[in-house]
């Protein structure tokens, strides 16, 4: 099947809310006036997200830094695959050994699956 | 190049496949505002009295949703889910089976002798009340709190480990003659439940106690053929659909009982662990497509559509009055389960545009986890007037199963009070139901993106979309049980 031009693709959804605003102004449909305040909060986050992006992301990034590297090993059947950080700096009994040693220990590779 | 890889990097990609199924479940939810009808009233409610408009409740409910997603991002920084943490509690003896079995048992042939020798009215025999409450949404809620214990009390598998039992007593060797199929997963859990759920919601004579006794003899038999061909462990895990109902549900619980002990875990990681079966996003999509219909069917939006998609059936197809009824609600099941699959689409399609690592099946399939809980609150809030109030029917059918006028008990006198919980009461507890699921699913999603995401911006991208999600579901949720109770 051809995919459908973009600008089709594009008006795709305005084209379904209008319809239904049309509707619900119409009194075609009792209730959707209703319904579309209970949806109300659901259309905002469409409509801020294809604004703005993400709104606030860089915010949520910039709190979440030098956390998101301490991770436990899932054990879960997903099958999407987990990205793993191991050990990346040497620690603990092996830092001191890398500090006195003549001849340090191999470092450990930085490593993610 | 693609269309979406044109798209700015800070922009959220409204992939166009995202904007087909929007569209898609935003024309279906229309089609559903424009048509329930004769189906009953299933989530019994009366009229609440709220301080302030109840669409005012599911802004709240989003705000609390959007909270929840700055708190989940910026303080839950590591899957903390993913793993089984659990800790043993005590021994559970495995000579408990043997008493639960009977009881089990015991219980179901209650029911199918009440369903032949009682009388015939839904609100004096046993079968209605124990099978659409007790049993329907009773044991889901009861799982979710203390686990699995329904495997222990199931009547066809004791049946069949007592058959099992004796054949080893005789020296007789029974071994299942076929491997379980993969492809098959969860699929039979998925079509029992939505023949159930057809039967519940659309089937005009479903409180019939002889119809009633005579479908649960004959999904007895489909059981037991399952196990004979498939094996008894293996089919009850994966064939029996209201096992399977069951003990989906009981993965939220914080006990667990296997290897003869009884564990306690961390909350929600029992979800976490789910396993990802051919039939298992259907099986979750479906137990919401269920409910969302039960609820839309008592609404003003299905009861203005069904009468002109009956009179299709009637006027121009020519069929009787009750089976164009059915088939318009028939329609109607599969347009709510349609609709609850679009949301969930959105979602997923929305994930797939942050990352090509990841195909829509995938993520799909990897997600499906988060609406576990989702499913639990929407069974919960729809039908917990239900239970409270038609559940209490079940004191004075103990003492009177087959509505004859037996007094067993001492309880044949029992009444339903329904002022032990007012409507308004219940409201709120049908709103804390929602919001506390679908924080549940958003936690969820969030520890399996963090999983599953290389970067952090990837992970907290892929939330955005499930924001919508639970946001989506959320307010639908809502409305469907403002149109009941307000």
């Given amino acids: 099947m051809l995919p459908a031009p973009a600008i089709v693709r594009r008006a795709l959804l305005p084209a379904a809310g209008l319809a239904l605003l049309v509707l619900a102004a119409t009194g075609a449909l009792p209730g959707l006036i209703a319904a579309l305040a209970y949806l109300l909060p659901l259309l905002l986050l469409l409509l801020a997200m294809k604004a703005r992006g993400y709104p606030g992301e860089r915010a949520l990034l910039a ?30 009994g092996c830092l001191i050994a890398f500090s006195l040693a003549v001849r340090p220990p191999p470092a450990t590779r930085a490593v993610t699956s | 190049m693609s269309s979406y890889d044109r798209v700015p990097a800070c922009m959220p990609a409204f992939h166009p496949a995202v904007l087909r199924v929007a569209a898609g479940t935003a024309t279906l939810l229309g089609a559903s505002a424009l048509a329930p009808s004769a189906a009953s009233a299933h989530g019994i409610s009366g009229q609440a009295s709220l301080p302030v408009p109840a669409w005012l409740f599911a802004w709240a409910a989003a705000i609390v949703l959007v909270i929840s997603f700055v708190v989940l991002s910026t303080m839950w920084s590591r899957p903390r889910l993913q793993a089984v943490h659990e800790r043993r509690l005590c021994g ?39 099978i659409f409450v007790i049993f329907w949404v009773g044991v889901p809620v009861a799982s979710a709190l203390f686990g699995d214990w329904f495997a222990a009390f199931s009547p066809w598998r004791a049946f069949a480990r007592a058959l099992r039992w004796l054949a080893q007593r005789a020296n007789v060797t029974l071994r299942a003659p076929l491997r379980y199929p993969d492809w098959l997963g969860r699929w039979p859990v998925v079509a029992g439940l939505v023949c159930f759920g057809w039967l519940e919601l659309v089937y005009h004579d479903h409180d019939n106690p002889v119809l009633l006794a005579s479908l649960s003899l004959a999904y007895f038999a489909l059981m037991m053929l399952g196990m004979a061909l498939f094996g008894i462990d293996e089919w009850s895990e994966r064939g029996d659909a209201f096992g399977g109902y069951f003990s989906l549900f009981a993965r939220l619980s914080s006990v667990d009982v296997h290897d003869r002990a009884l564990w306690l875990r961390r909350p929600l990681s029992g979800v976490a662990s789910l396993a990802e079966q051919p039939g298992a996003v259907a099986l979750v999509l479906t137990i919401i497509g269920i409910t969302t219909f039960d609820g839309a069917s008592n609404g003003v939006v299905w009861n203005t559509l069904q009468p002109h998609v009956q009179s299709f059936f009637s006027g121009d197809l020519g069929l009787g009055g009750t089976p164009s009824d059915e088939l318009a609600d028939s329609l109607g099941l599969l347009l709510a389960i349609a609709v609850v699959v679009g949301f969930y689409r959105v979602g997923v399609l929305g994930m797939r545009s942050i990352s090509p690592r990841f195909d829509t099946a995938r993520l799909s399939r990897s997600f499906a986890h988060t609406l576990v809980p989702i499913a639990f609150a929407y069974v919960l809030a729809h039908y917990f007037s239900l239970l409270v109030w038609q559940g209490q029917a079940i004191g004075y059918l103990a003492s009177n199963p087959l509505g004859d006028g037996t007094n067993y008990f001492g309880t044949a006198g029992w009444h339903v009070n329904y002022a032990f919980l007012g409507s308004t009461a219940i409201w709120y507890v049908q709103v ?52 009941v109770n307000t």
Wanted: aromatic share 10%.
């Fill in chain 2, 432 to 483: 804390v139901a929602l919001v506390s699921g679908h924080v549940g699913g958003l936690t969820l999603a969030h520890d399996r993106a963090l999983a599953a995401y290389r970067s952090p911006q990837e992970a907290v991208r892929s939330q955005y979309w499930m924001l919508v999600v639970m946001v989506g579901f959320t307010s639908l949720g809502l409305w469907l049980l403002s149109a």
């Fill in chain 2, 92 to 130: 559970w003896p495995a000579a408990l089976s043997v008493p639960a079995g009977t009881l089990g048992l015991a219980l179901f042939a209650l029911v199918v002798y009440a369903g032949y020798e009682g009388v015939p009215f839904y609100t004096s025999n046993l079968d209605p009340t124990f």
């Fill in chain 1, 63 to 92: 709190r979440m830094g030098g956390r998101s590297g301490d991770r436990a090993r899932p054990s879960t059947g997903s099958s999407v695959p987990i990205s793993l950080p191991r050990a990346t700096v040497p620690r603990g």
